[in-house]
């Protein structure tokens, strides 16, 4: 698996957004001014109905301006798109691009603070010390050793773009000295998920970080892992790895 290719960047999607004549909302062109240009850009690829229903399915209800968004993707029926995000904040820039000539086909910013929610550490544990999955000993390892009351943001994002990411990044982590473990078991859960949203959450104690991914609908631990090796209470794990 690999990353985005190396031809989408932040510095491309201000291009294609800036050049079209579609109308896109003012707060995709904000934020990709605001970023700076070696910002991550998470890119996946998915038929363009199938995204549609993701969308769809995860955020139409409570985002009923989605709708010019949605259009154009129905309208490429089974056509292969490249879906490319970008984190700003608690704010999500996504821009499709045909996949075949990197072409724009629709933009949109998304909020995620509305609807946020969150766990407790106490909660957390008291999943992981219940669960088999893979590398849920890792994540606790490290959450036990935050405060219980400790609110922790849980956040959706497709599990197969996050898979790709966290292999390349982590894989590249490990090859820098840092202590990843349970990459592989967790990579490998997400993976069979598909297009599907599961709920990540990620906890930090001294030097070490535990991600944990959660099964959509955010009833069980899907999977763990952690990285050890971080400068104490950077946060440098973000939503996107």
């Keep these: 698996m690999t990353g985005a290719p190396q031809d989408i960047s932040v510095t491309h999607l201000r291009a294609v957004t800036n050049e079209t004549t579609l109308e896109l909302p003012d707060r995709v062109v904000e934020i990709l001014s605001t970023v700076g240009p070696d910002t991550d850009v998470l890119v996946s690829d998915l038929s363009a109905r199938s995204f549609a229903a993701v969308i769809r399915r995860t955020y139409s209800q409570q985002s009923p301006n989605l709708v010019p968004f949605i259009d154009p993707l129905e309208a490429l029926d089974d056509e292969l798109v490249l879906i490319c995000q970008v984190e700003h904040g608690h704010e999500l820039v996504t821009v499709v691009l045909r996949a075949t000539d990197r072409t724009l086909v629709a933009a949109t910013a998304i909020d ?58 982590y894989t590249m982590a490990a090859e820098k000295g840092f202590d990843v473990r349970g990459l592989d078991g967790f990579a490998g859960a997400l993976v069979p998920l598909g297009d599907e949203q599961p709920g990540f959450c990620t906890v930090q104690a001294d030097a070490a970080v535990a991600i944990t991914a959660f099964t959509p609908g955010r009833t069980d631990v899907l ?7 971080l400068s104490p209470q950077t946060g440098t794990t973000k939503e996107n790895g």
């Design 223 to 229: 999977a763990a892992m952690s990285v050890g090796g």
């Design 112 to 169: 995620r603070s509305v609807g946020l929610v969150h766990i407790t550490v106490q909660e957390l544990c008291s999943r992981l010390r219940a669960s088999d999955a893979p590398g849920a000993e890792l994540a606790l390892a490290v959450a036990s050793q935050c405060p219980a009351e400790e609110r922790l943001r849980i956040f959706e994002q497709g599990a197969l773009s996050t898979a790709r990411t966290f292999l390349t990044k």
